[in-house]
């Protein structure tokens, strides 16, 4: 592909991602479609217009009151978006380590044989069971890209990676699906405490910070194999897939002790942050009150189940609170605790301000929307539209503040051409070349949404090209109407940036000699670059 800008011109480019002017009304609009959606559509700002500002906002704090009927034909052929973990397993799952067993056997005795061995062939079982991820990341882009639940989709991007599961990790491929649908979705905009049990108890969860195998180390317990953890082609065809974190079950066969893996994140990362006044005693006595929380049959895609022969009985201190039970409640309240302690209103507010108004969250805002996550006990509309209706929010100093990381640049660049995705399996292979792959991050933070990630002249290059390729009409499965014929470079650098474009990105524009730079000029100029 000819690479048609400098990289200094691309450098300068970033160093004028900087502030920009008081928005006019229309400038507001865009402003809230790039942080409450993932970008405006042809039109979008009229209809937003129409309705007002608040009204709009409001509607999105109510996803299900917005009919979005649209989006399950788009979505009705990726046939196990509805299918439980179980239903995953035994359709995909099991077949591939059978015949992966078959084909051990089968090399083991022909190690003797002198006979030259065939070339490798693509395992069509392992390309079955990759269809799993892969339609759970068309779902995600499509969702981005069409629903008119702008707000759902944003907020399950965030909790997604708040509550991050990677899905290289064993069996965690095919747990992801019911773990966003039925764990996450459902509760963005509901009280954060169930969130949190919801995700703890999750099989996905369990699996991924090896809480399934912690035990009390001084009990008796029963033997319980631990899952085998599956390694090999990439999840998406002959793309590699990168190195799947290392399970750590502690002990080979039955659970010998303690885990703290879960733990530990769930006061740094999930709940109370790195700063949030616990000690490495707190982080072994939660651990202890989790002891238990197991899967049944994790190979089988089965359900969480609290096992009390590996529960540890003993009393514990969690964070000055003594905790009596010795049953599944012990896990039940320490969620009390945390989900009510002020630092987890904090940490959560915080991260919340910082995904929707600037990566230096205004402490006034945090404490605003800390205070009403504690006066609503942890509604998470609520602290929303505390943040949504902030004059931080609203303000000049909020507009185009946040660059967009991956996801967000392809999802608003679609939005903002029209394009017309018959096929969204290119969109799942551009995003691992723009170094985000859906649902593998392997780190338990999740993907970041601060510049600092995602600003750099190589990671530019390539929005520059994926820009060309859809400007071209050259992805397989999406078409651009809006390009199809030639186009003023002027007027559609307006349509898509607003009016705010500044010379320097015009003149850039003005130099394209085809409909594909021109495209790919404005989708990867600095404005666009930033939400």
Known sequence: MKRFISIGVLTSGLALMGAAPVPSDDRMIVHVLNRVAFGPRAGD???????????????????????DAAMSA????????????????????????????EKKQEAAQASTSDAAKPPAMLDPFQQKANRVVIELAEQKMLRAVYSDRQLQEVLTDFWFNHFNVDARKGPDRFLLTEYERDVIRPHVL????????ATAKSPAMLFYLDNWMSADPNGPHAPMAPARIARGRGAFGRMPMPPAPRSNPQGKKAPKGLNENYGRELMELHTLGVDGGYTQKDVTEVARAFTGWTIQNPRMGGDFRFEPRIHDTGDKLVLGHVIKAGSERDGEQVLDILAKHPSTARFIATKLVRRFVSDTPPPSLVDRAAARFRATDGDLREVMRTILTSPEFLSPE??????KTPFEFVASALRATGADI?????????????????????????????????????????????????????????VVDSLASPVDGQTFARMVLGDEVSETTLSTVAKATSVPQMAALILGAPEFQRR
């Open 398 to 403: 909020a507009y185009r503040a946040k660059v």
């Open 45 to 67: 700002v009229d209809r937003v217009k129409a309705i007002g500002l608040q009204r709009y906002i409001d509607e999105q704090l109510h996803p299900e009151r917005i009919p």
């Open 422 to 478: 018959h096929d969204a399996t290119q969109l799942v292979r551009t995003m691992q070349q723009l170094g985000m792959p859906l649902y593998m991050c392997q780190p338990p933070t999740g993907y970041k949404d601060t510049a600092d990630a995602w600003v750099n002249t190589g990671a530019l290059v390539n929005r520059m090209n994926f820009s060309l390729t859809l400007g071209g009409n050259k992805l397989p499965g999406i």
């Open 74 to 101: 788009r979505l009705s052929g990726l046939t196990t978006l509805g299918m439980s973990s179980r239903d995953i397993a035994e359709t995909y799952e099991i077949p591939q380590l059978q015949a992966r067993r």
């Open 190 to 197: 509901g009280k954060f405490r169930d969130l949190l049990e």
